[in-house]
């Protein structure tokens, strides 16, 4: 039984394996009263539990929650299978808010918004023969026809990411003497927030951001669980960036259920608002299948930092096709060194040389699968004639075939980035375009060990 | 004509707690033991009896579950619960801590060299197994993470002679992995076992494997080329089981790389050795239990291990820290 999830996501200490000892270890949060610890727990016939003080008042205990964010962060038990975690975001899901929308009054009715991913988008394009716009606007066409009200490309967002990193990174190496750990600097996107939340913020002001059902179309698994992350739940709205998360494969599968081929769709016009479009193409951004973070801040950090124009990118393949370097050298002094690191083996690598303080990195593409986003848990499988590595080229092929937009360069993301900061101001733009990382307690418990 | 197991010494080598493994270094010289004090003691001969010569302490947090050393017998690999892999390089006569490998989920239960010496296996109870390479500074990388097994990994096994890598585990399989471009994978899964796979062995010439389990059986292995001799896949069949001899899980195996007898470590406290039929069929070996202790150790035997050099020198580990150094001597 093959994990969908990436090597590097991993519930630890997880086994399917129930022993009569072992509970499920995620404490529950207990008001701690003061005085004498006895006390008794009675339970009802309707399986109640009541807590008997010693003057014999009953009190009613609460029940137990696990929530699926507490199970992320626990080393687990109960809800170990997978399938748990797995179809609470699935396209099943999907249907069932289309259909629930057809029925509600116009006021309870969502809007539905899908974002699809480039990747995704050209995993469906290879396995129906078309190129990544025309599956694009088919991809339109089918969502629409089932309800969804507008369907945008993750490249939009995924400008504002870039932008962001390339920024960060320049004011990172300009620390980088007084703050040791300003560098390297690590490509977060993986797997990185694509910046949804500005889509819930700027769309249809005057709507109800619990109005917005939005769903995203991603090549892996992992982005499931990082939909359902605590960060990327907008407090004020009392609702999720993304609410929920479908991959490549599931797309795939809805077009089945529906008895559809992607190539006999009728194409639509592409929606403009969220997305990089030029006429009826969509537009994507030049480097590597996993978002070309590397590409773009080396060339930003190089034109800043050291007034270079760096137009093509030599990279070097060291241990493998998964790690490979980008230097910029001056005058014979190596002065920029960036690595992608794609694959469980290479970062358990780029982690024990982190921790020595022996990586020579000042930015490494961090993606948790071997050949990155193309590549995905979450893509298209290849068809049983098909050799698994023919496919993937046949996928790159046509993801390299979008147009690219320099970041810089995309007016569309520039208006925004204007009116939106004014409206929200530096500070907030920040907080709601970053996110934080959380180090997780391992909870080592005796009753978990297996001999 | 009867052949003789004779027990020559024995000794308690961690007191108060469980030694849980035992390994006999390449020159035959020394013996390396591990256990739940999270302390490896290396033994040398003194005249008749085994002395302690170094105690290595504070490298672990918990229990050692195995050591094992390198080809040319100055490092040692200590598999850990506490989910790490230490390297130890020998100095004079005394043994440092030269680097320890992270990486793994939960308790390493077992590391294995390759016989270049470049490469090093461990595999643990998050069910992977991990290839590692050394370079000429001593650093160590991982080359791969092999996730085969879909259960707790217990013992991983190099071949004598190639670059190709066994592993046992709880899941009852057996895993033979080979390189492929620049990543290990699978090859070849060995099913046939009913219950846990806790030890591996290669033969002498290693063309053959031999596996023990918790179902009470040993199973022979060989590797055999598919009709026509093509491609790189090659399939491993059981060619022989052992079974009806053990009264309870065998938890481990050794095969002597001199004369090819097989040891076995039984939980029913016996040790026993099997002897291998000359005129039997290659591709149908026939084994006969050619000698037997049945009360060896008071407890579980829980290893044993031949001596790379001296034809008939065997060492077994009990449950309750005892060694045990026995002399196998075969009427032929």
Known sequence: MVSQFSGVLQLTDLDDFITPSQECVKPVKVEKKQGRSVAKIQIEDDGSYFQVKQDGGKQKLEKAKITLNDCLACSGCITSAESVLITQQSHEEIYRVLRSNKQAGVAEQKVVVVSVSPQSRASLAARYGLSSSEAGRRLTAFFKGLGVHHVFDTSFSRTFSLLESQKEFVERFHRKEQDKQALPMLASACPGNQLTSETRAQFHKGLNPQQIYHVTVMPCYDKKLEASRPDFYLEEADTREVDCVITSGEVLKMLEEEKVLLSDVEPAPLDTMFSSVCGDELLGHAGSGSGGYLHHVFTHAARQLFGEEVKELTYKTLKNKDFQEVTLERDGVVVLRFATTYGFRNIQNLVQKLKRGKSPYHFVEVMACPSGCLNGGGQVKPLPEQNNKELLQQVEDLYKEERPLVPEEDQHVAELYQSWLQSVGEERARELLHTQYHAVDKATNGLLVKW | ?332
């Open chain 2, 1 to 332: 004509m009867k052949d003789t197991l004779a027990l020559l010494q024995k000794f308690n080598a961690h007191p108060d707690s469980r030694c849980w493994y035992v390994a006999w270094n390449p020159k035959g010289t020394l013996l390396a033991s591990c256990g739940g004090d999270r302390a490896i003691r290396i033994w040398g001969r003194e005249g008749d009896s085994w002395e302690c010569k170094t105690v290595l302490q504070d490298g672990h947090q918990r229990a050692v579950r195995k050591v094992a050393w390198s080809p040319c017998g100055n490092y040692l690999a200590s598999a850990s619960f506490d989910a790490t892999t230490c390297i130890w390089k020998k100095k004079n006569d005394d043994f440092e801590c030269l680097t320890v490998l992270e990486g793994h989920e939960n308790e390493v239960k077992c590391a294995a060299w390759a016989p270049s010496g470049n490469l090093l296996a461990t595999c643990s109870r998050d069910k992977s197994v991990w290839i590692w390479e050394v370079d000429e500074e001593d650093e160590y990388e991982c080359v791969s993470v092999v996730n085969s097994h879909t259960q707790d990994a217990k013992h991983v096994v190099w071949h004598p002679t190639q670059e190709l890598l066994a592993s046992c585990s709880y899941d009852n399989n057996v895993c033979v992995y080979k390189e492929e471009d620049d990543d290990w994978e699978c090859r070849a899964t060995l099913e046939g076992h009913t219950s846990t796979v806790w030890g591996l062995t290669f033969d002498p010439s290693g063309q053959r494997l031999a596996s023990c389990s918790d179902d009470r059986t040993v199973k022979i292995w060989k590797e055999c080329q598919p009709g026509g001799g093509q491609g790189t896949d090659t399939a491993w069949k059981c060619v022989c089981t052992l079974s009806g001899f053990h009264g309870r899980t065998v938890y481990d195996i050794a095969w002597c790389p001199l004369t090819g007898a097989l040891a076995t470590a039984c939980g029913d406290d016996g040790v026993r050795v099997f002897k291998e039929d000359e005129t039997a069929d290659p591709d149908q070996p026939v084994f006969s239990l050619s000698a037997h202790v049945p009360k060896a150790h008071s407890q579980d035997v829980n290893c044993i291990a031949w001596n790379p050099k001296e034809a008939g020198l065997l060492v077994s580990r009990s449950d309750n820290g005892e060694i045990a150094v026995w002399n196998y001597q075969s009427e032929v």
